[in-house]
């Protein structure tokens, strides 16, 4: 080899130890930058010369300045990051849902219902009292508007988690719009055959903080264009498109996402269960749904028990007939019915052999009909010819309804559905006939029991402790127990479940910046193996100097 390639060869090591002490600077710089992937500058031998007995070597270059990293790692970290972003919602929703149903505020539920039926006891004590039908009353109206209170408070939880659902969305769109941008100048900058690497760190980055908020999966060749991104197979980013996604209502009312494709829609087959986004649909549309449901529930068992009982007694004008509570049961035709039969409004006689079940009127025939339990699936009452009369009473689950040939008989096919209303606990109320005339509440069984009689009066007020819920196994206050308890624990249990995967999270972070994170150390002492590299370099091109300085000389 001539002085000259030996002066070349102490080039390249300089420059080399040049590099590496600049990537060493850049690598101590990014120390605290979150999402950042130390780097390294890799070496690879020059091609060798031969000579008389071999090949000797001709130094070094630059091989390649790598990210340092661990795709196991990195998948870990997106899939713990979606997990952290639900539990981090769903213990907020439990948290905001508990102190809705507390019963340690004043005027809970289940103080309003032990004043309800304490007053109710009261006029059993004083049966003849006005005041005591004034005060009854009264507790029916406080009890019913602590229901209201209730589904205030749950629809302000509904509203918020909305609020988070369509927030978040809205971020996705700006995330994976920024995805698409950062492959796009991962493409320019890749063009010559590097490597982008603080371009591919700032991507990771904006998948991390996406993993937070949705149920992601990444799929990465290494080429930017064929990266893609997707949640639950519907794919928000293709190379460098981005997909813009939205929350839409189904039929229901109940919020879902669609994906904007082609001046249209389109619904997600399968929506995430994880990140924020998971989190929001679970609690819009199954876990508030469930609470709202056994407050329901337990609002028409209550207004049916008490109606059922009231209404057979007698005021202390004589008359009877009176409802409690606006009724809870409702009735309504088939949207095919071509006959001109219309049905009544049902009322709940017997509290007892109530179920709160929905029921359906078939009719076979213009005389003939049929109702089935669609709760249970049971028949209770089979068709029979000629079983139908107009206007006559049909009696099935503690309800009696009519359905009268007004305008005109029912036809084969029509049908009637019978069935505790949806939202009552939101609209209970006591009927507007007892709240404008208090008398008009029922203490006796019977008419010439009037007014000493306090029958009625004593046995609503034993419903506080009768079994008349869960198919006679669970008083009201242990139903309105159970909710609260329930969302006592769904709290404590998603608090604890948040504070678990927060340190899950620390854990793979940690396992992710030993590998990937910028020890200043061993940086530090790297800079100082670098400055004796450029050194020794220099060393190698000031003895190749004066080689051929003396060579020039002799």
Avoid at 70 to 96: C, I, R, V, W, Y
Avoid at 112 to 130: D, I, K, Q, R
Wanted: negative net charge; proline residues 3%.
């Amino acid at each position: 080899m001539s002085l000259t390639g030996i002066l070349d060869m102490g080039r390249r090591a300089l420059e080399l130890a040049q590099m590496r002490v600049q990537t060493t600077a850049h690598n101590i710089s990014h120390a605290d930058t979150e999402g950042y992937s130390r780097q390294e500058v890799f070496s690879a031998a020059t091609r060798p010369t031969l000579v008389p007995g071999g090949l000797l070597g001709t130094g070094v270059r630059p091989d390649a300045i790598e990210r340092i990293t661990s795709g196991f790692l990195e998948h870990q970290l997106l899939n713990e990051k979606q997990a952290l972003g639900q539990l981090d919602l769903l213990a907020t929703a439990a948290s905001h849902l508990e102190e809705v149903l507390s019963e340690s505020q004043v005027g809970g539920l289940s103080q309003s219902l032990s004043a309800f039926f304490s007053a109710w006891h009261e006029l059993a004590v004083t049966p003849e009292g006005v005041a005591e039908r004034q005060a009854v009353v009264a507790q029916g109206e406080a009890l019913a508007r602590q229901f209201s209170l209730y589904a205030d408070g749950i629809d302000r939880v509904a509203v918020d988690m909305r609020s988070d659902l369509e927030g978040s969305v809205s971020t996705i769109n700006d995330l994976t719009a920024q995805i698409a941008d950062t492959n796009r100048a991962i493409i320019s900058a890749e063009a010559g055959g590097n490597t982008a690497n603080d371009l591919r760190d700032t991507r990771d980055q904006l998948l991390g903080k996406l993993a937070n908020l949705t149920e992601l999966s990444v799929v990465e060749t290494g080429n930017p264009l064929d990266f893609t991104v997707q949640v639950k197979g519907q794919t928000l980013v293709q190379g460098v498109q981005a997909q813009r996604i939205e929350v839409v209502n189904e039929a229901d009312g109940r919020p879902t996402l669609a994906v904007l494709q082609g001046g249209g829609a389109n619904p997600f087959f399968d929506l995430p269960e994880r990140g924020r986004i998971g989190a929001a649909l679970q609690v819009i549309r199954t876990d508030l749904p469930a609470v709202q449901a056994g407050l329901n529930e337990i609002a028409v068992f209550l207004a049916a028990h008490v109606n059922a009982s009231h209404a057979a007694g007698y005021a202390l004008d004589g008359t009877t007939g009176h409802p409690f509570f606006t009724a809870p049961v409702s009735a309504g035709a088939g949207g095919a019915n071509a006959g001109g039969a219309t049905i009544g409004a049902p009322a709940v006689v017997d509290g007892g052999t109530f179920t709160g079940h929905d029921y359906q009127i078939t009719f076979t025939a213009a005389d003939t009909y049929q109702v089935v339990d669609t709760t249970s699936g049971a028949t209770v009452i089979p068709a029979t010819a000629g079983n139908y009369t107009s206007g006559a009473t049909l009696a099935f689950g503690g309800i009696e309804v009519a359905i009268s040939t007004g305008g005109g008989p029912p036809v084969a096919g029509d049908t009637f559905v019978v069935a505790p209303q949806a939202s009552y606990y939101t609209a209970m109320r006591v009927d507007s006939t007892l709240a404008d005339n208090p008398q008009l509440v029922v203490a006796s069984a019977s008419l010439t029991g009037l007014p000493g009689d306090n029958e009625v009066a004593m046995a609503i007020a034993e419903l506080a402790n009768a079994a008349t819920m869960g198919s006679g196994s669970t008083t009201f206050t242990e139903a309105i127990s159970g909710l609260v308890s329930r969302a006592g624990v769904d709290s404590a249990q998603a608090q604890k479940g948040l504070e678990r995967q927060s340190l899950v999270v620390e854990q793979v972070q940690a396992q992710r910046d030993a590998v990937s994170g910028v020890s200043i150390d061993e940086e530090a002492a790297n800079l100082v193996e670098f400055q004796r590299s450029y050194q020794a370099a220099a060393k190698v091109i000031a003895t190749a100097d004066q080689m051929l300085e003396t060579l020039l000389n002799m």
